[in-house]
């Protein structure tokens, strides 16, 4: 699934990167927590994806990326990606694979960022969440409404400037 970024991001003129390649944990001070899926928790989640939906995905993935390598403008990549894009278009046919990209992962989140919070002994309440942004609002609901946080500070990398 992932070729549906890498592909485009070959093509020097789009000048993308990679996120793993933009941003370095150890750019970053203070304590680094691996927020996300494992890949054997991944691929049990995604074996309960119909069989149809998994083979369309694993097809079609890989040609919007080569699609995307060989039509798309920086302007059309940025066009309506907004954070809650995806919630407006959802269908029935996209549900469970949401389920498996976005819900779970923003869980698997939310359970390590609370299990750190409880392991905290020296009073250290600053919090600072590097993810992609689609997530955001659901770490930030829990941090805020569970735990009492307010937000002081929020920065955006921005993926694509003019």
Do not use: C, N
């Given at each position: 699934?992932s070729?549906?970024?890498?592909?485009?991001?070959?093509r020097?003129?789009?000048r993308?990167v990679?996120?793993?390649?933009?941003?370095?944990?150890?750019?970053?001070?203070?304590?680094s927590i691996?927020?996300?899926?494992?890949?054997?928790?991944?691929?049990?989640?995604?074996?309960e994806?119909?069989?149809?939906?998994?083979?369309?995905?694993?097809?079609l993935?890989?040609?919007?990326?080569?699609?995307?390598?060989?039509?798309?403008?920086?302007?059309y990549?940025?066009?309506?990606?907004?954070?809650d894009?995806?919630?407006?278009?959802a269908?029935?046919?996209?549900l469970?694979?949401?389920?498996?990209?976005?819900d779970e992962?923003?869980?698997?989140l939310?359970?390590?960022?609370?299990?750190?919070?409880a392991?905290?002994?020296?009073g250290?309440?600053?919090?600072?969440?590097l993810?992609g942004?689609?997530?955001?609002?659901?770490?930030?609901?829990?941090?805020t409404?569970r735990h009492?946080?307010?937000?002081?500070?929020?920065?955006w990398?921005?993926a694509?400037?003019a």
């Amino acid at each position: 699934m992932s070729l549906a970024y890498r592909i485009p991001a070959k093509r020097k003129s789009l000048r993308l990167v990679l996120q793993s390649d933009a941003l370095r944990r150890s750019d970053f001070r203070g304590v680094s927590i691996h927020g996300d899926m494992d890949s054997r928790s991944f691929a049990l989640s995604w074996a309960e994806i119909p069989l149809i939906q998994r083979a369309a995905l694993s097809i079609l993935a890989p040609l919007y990326g080569v699609a995307l390598y060989l039509f798309a403008s920086r302007e059309y990549l940025s066009r309506g990606h907004t954070v809650d894009s995806l919630s407006d278009r959802a269908s029935d046919d996209v549900l469970e694979i949401r389920k498996v990209i976005a819900d779970e992962r923003d869980l698997r989140l939310i359970e390590r960022v609370e299990s750190y919070l409880a392991e905290r002994r020296d009073g250290q309440r600053k919090v600072a969440i590097l993810f992609g942004g689609a997530h955001m609002p659901a770490i930030a609901e829990v941090l805020t409404s569970r735990h009492g946080y307010r937000v002081i500070h929020s920065e955006w990398l921005t993926a694509i400037a003019a």
